[in-house]
């Protein structure tokens, strides 16, 4: 019988909060990996907000794809 010192641990491995010691949402300039991550969640943000500004009939690329048009 095992006992409970033996028994393989089921919980799932924790995250780890720091990469090389620092934190990887704090917010700091330059050539990081931190920033490497906002870089990608602002990113995504813009993408998601010119998606819903286009589904509204608002288009930006569209307007000056007419305007070359002409």
């Known amino acids: 019988m095992e006992s409970r010192e033996n028994r ?3 919980d799932l491995p924790t995250v780890p909060k720091a990469y090389n010691g620092v934190d990887r949402n704090a917010f700091l300039f330059g050539f990081t990996p931190q ?8 990113a995504a943000i813009g ?10 009939g608002y288009s930006v690329l569209r307007d000056v794809l007419h305007l070359i048009s002409y």
Request: negative net charge.
């Open 8 to 10: 393989p641990s089921t």
């Open 35 to 42: 920033a490497e991550i906002w870089n990608g969640r602002l």
């Open 47 to 56: 993408f998601l907000a010119y998606l819903l500004w286009d589904l509204a």
